[in-house]
């Protein structure tokens, strides 16, 4: 007992009922323990009973157990889901629906006003308890007839559930006779009916509650009967309003007869619950168990705490049927089980089927929290998700990186085409309308977002039929090719054509022209310029050592990292379609592994294929038919043929003398003035200094080892001004104090180092005034021939020329390189000489045609010796040694056939050549002299190296006409197409002065 009171203690913290531990006991055993003054309502002297059967508020009020509040869902009324209905308000419908409910504690409005009325009647009731009770509370008035003098009842159909000893149950009567009949019997001061619940309608298997509620208002006298459970509850009337009439269940009975038809009468036996042990192991357990599931339960289900504090609290006499009747009474079984309940009066029995029902209500309570737990987290989950991503947006916004927001690209790509939509071509514009679809289904994190983006980038940007205007006057254009480059008339020509072409045309067409030419002849700088002249964009990019196909062509899109080709960047880059595109270095185009770079670049620049380039990475055709194209190449051999096919060669040659002190005057050294920022008058660099530069430092064919000269040449006199106090009042660029002196003194050492001042200049060492004198005299500084090597050291040619005049045995060639022209000499000499010693051997790194040419070159020297001396036996006896110097190069080529041979002859006749010859020619066996390439080039090596005969093939005649009349001036020149007349020219110098 002692286990039992502090279970029930534990489920009660807070305040246990003073009565519980001496009302526990049942005083009469075997008889139902109603306490009568439990119900009573509104009783002044004891406030806390009224508590119990009221609450605060009149929707809360309804702790019903009703299945209407879920039509046809018996099997889960659990209290959980009446917890929720009251919290959704479905409760409101409860005065409607009251007829169908048992009230656990009561107070709506019309209980509240009926309660007064109640007042005597459960006064009535309260007489039910034994005497021992009655004393035990003051509460309780004896008055008659007490409940078990009631053997005769009106018997009340229930729907839904029986109604439980201790219990509230709202009905609804709606025939007039049974009202009138009940009203009576409170009249009479008998206040009590019997209670029954409603068998089920064999004749529909619908038991919903609307046929329910149907039948109980039609049936009538014996079919009533019929219909009814035998065992029921003997229920007071606690009050009528209207048809609404609350009954207090008291005590089981069982209808034995009918005693009168309407309304239904019966005569009634009162049901005692079976003795038993209160001591019994086994009830005991089982009442423990109860509890405890209870408690569980409780756990979960804070509306079953309200119950249970409620009734613990309230309910003095806790026995063990009423705690049998209390767990099925408040757990949601359907109302057969409840009616089983009821009819067991077996209190062991009766517990243990309570207990079967509390055990399924606690598996209920746990799927519920479950449910309730993994909703909570899934809701919890999304919301987190949610509120991360709007940070992230707001993140994404204040750093102006809305890249994930699809809606902005798609703007953004809009806006790019909009202004020019009409230009856009249908097949491009169809393209990024479909893209731009894509865009809006993808997800924004996945790669193929980010493919579609990037692509929808490149489509957009590009300048699709955005031309720059032209320039198509030629007097402007050739004072903006003048304004830049010195010469270079082919060049110009053909661009003033190409403008001239455009001008009557209208448009222009793209071209290509290759310039070929040693380096540093302005073959870049002319292409910029070239550009400027037509008004046009400038792109260039060099393809030396390109072995990708896709640097061209483009890379497909499926690779990471794809890009398309370098034309379509170059597009992008100058934002017009028809921009002018250097393409340097193209003879050193590298050799791809998997696909020809040249091939690719004939698709670029071929007229015929590029109005429809197709770019891997675009994958939509571009019309390159406007875009000028100019190569440039150092050696044209070099430049695969079908593209060589397609160009417009214009070949610069390189520099004479003469050109080069033209654009050193007239160009660099303005740009290098410039640069240092020295004025004009500050310095004079003498025409023979300047000479002497281009002679002694500067040989090759283009200018830009000049250029440096000059640029070099000006540093230090601008070192020179600097330290000798002349600055400009504004310095054009404000240099710190600091650093100027660290400049100074690094020059310091590099002219002790590399230049022998004969005058060291007076400006540091000397006192401040003698310096200030100075001053002047140094404000100009004079550059001539005597101190040019202060400014940029020692000569580095000393002389092409290593003979003057040239010995017997040695003649001067000409010979061509990717660098230009320049001389050569071939020396030959004596070995040996014997009976039958004839033979040569050649040297100096000479290439298979080289050495052929010497051999073909020693058997035709021969042969002409024999018919001019025969008798002279020199190459049969003679041992002989052929030499080109510079050993260090490699040579080859068959043009220096004639030259080996004058060598040769010169030898063997012992007499020199004539002064100042220089010869170039292929020669046959037969003696018959063939062209050579480089007639230019040659030309200007001859000139350079002060030679003033100069013998050509006869077919290169034509070349040689060509050239300019500055290079052609002062020269002889004679073409020969026969040995014969070389070896005229060559030694019979004395029979013309003869
Ligand atoms: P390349 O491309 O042929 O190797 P560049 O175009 O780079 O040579 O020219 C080298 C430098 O020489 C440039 O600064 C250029 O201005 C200058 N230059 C070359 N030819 C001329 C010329 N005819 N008139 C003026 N400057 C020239």
Redesign the pocket.
Known sequence: MKGFETHLLRLQPSSPPPSLSNGFLPQRQGVTNLKVPNFRLRSPSSPSMLKLFSSSTASRAHHHLSPAIRPGASSVESPFFKALSHLTGLNRRSTSLGGRRVFFCSDNASDAAAAAAAEAEAKAAESDSDGADAKSSSAIVPTNPRPEDCLTVLALPVAHRPLFPGFYMPIYVKDPKVLAALQESRRRQAPYAGAFLLKDDPSTDSSSSTDMEKNINELKGKDLLKRLHEVGTLAQISSIQGDQVILVGHRRLRITEMVSEEPLTVKVDHLKDKPFDMDDDVIKATSFEVISTLRDVLKTSSLWRDHVQTYTQHIGEFTYPRLADFGAAICGANRHQAQEVLEELDVHKRLRLTLELMKKEREISKIQETIAKAIEEKISGEQRRYLLNEQLKAIKKELGVETDDKSALSEKFKERIDPNKEKIPAHVLQVIEEELTKLQLLEASSSEFNVTRNYLDWLTILPWGNYSDENFDVVRAQQILDE?????SDVKERILEFIAVGRLRGTSQGKIIC?S???????????RSIARALNRKFFRFSVGGLADVAEIKGHRRTYVGAMPGKMVQCLKSVGTANPLVLI?EIDKLGRGHAGDPASALLELLDPEQNANFLDHYLDVTIDLSKVLFVC?ANVIDMIPNPLLDRMEVIS?AG?ITD?KVH?AR???EK?ARGDCGIKPEQVEVSDAALLSLIENYCREA???NL?KQIEKIYRKIALKLVREGVVPEEPAVAVDAEEAEIVTKLDVESTENHVVEESPAPAAKEPKEEAQNEKKAVEKVMIDESNLADYVGKPVFHAEKIYEPTPVGVVMGLAWTSMGGSTLYIETTVVEEGEGKGCLNVTGQLGDVMKESAQIAHTVARKIMLEKEPENQFFANSKLHLHVPAGATPKDGPSAGCTMITSLLSLAMKKPVQKDLAMTGEVTLTGRILPIGGVKEKTIAARRSQVKTIIFPEANRRDFDELAENVKEGLDVHFVDDYGKIFDLAFGYDKQQD
């Open positions: 830049d480059h010195y010469g270079l310039l030419g040693p380096p540093g002849v302005g073959k870049t700088s002319i292409g340097d440039t610069i520099y050109e654009i007239d160009y660099l740009t283009g200018v830009r250029q």
